[in-house]
Nanobody, 118 residues
Framework: QLHLVESGGGLVQPGGSLRLSCAAS????????VGWFLQAPGTGREAVSC????????EYADSVWGRFTISRDNAKNTVYLQMSSLEPEDTAVYYC???????????WGQGTQVTVSS
């Protein structure tokens, strides 16, 4: 089991920005694909973005395209999700996950709350 810890969530006004971090311990995160997911109250978990381990290619959900950016800092063993132009609809618990590909995740963090409200 890989250990992942998310941080960086909080309360932000519409139009604001946040950067979420997904830090790994006990293993090298750049050997894994890492995805970000959100779960809003009363809904299922949805994929937001993913960065592959093979070539660093990235994927985004249509709802966040052009507003969110996923990236790696291998020196810090961390993956980030930079979120800009936040909307109330982005309010959710955000989770990161690691796995062998962007279609297969085996380890999950505990989540960090993002609330977009004026």
């Amino acid at each position: 089991q890989l250990h992942l810890v998310e941080s960086g969530g909080g309360l932000v006004q519409p139009g604001g920005s946040l950067r979420l971090s997904c830090a790994a311990s006990g293993f090298t995160l750049d050997a894994y694909a890492v995805g970000w997911f959100l779960q809003a109250p009363g809904t299922g978990r949805e994929a937001v973005s993913c960065i592959s381990s093979y070539d660093g290619s990235t994927e985004y959900a249509d709802s966040v395209w052009g507003r969110f950016t996923i990236s790696r800092d291998n020196a810090k063993n961390t993956v980030y999700l930079q979120m800009s132009s936040l909307e109330p609809e982005d309010t959710a618990v955000y989770y990161c996950a690691a796995g062998s590909s962007c279609f297969h995740f085996t380890s999950w963090g505990q989540g960090t709350q993002v609330t977009v409200s004026s």
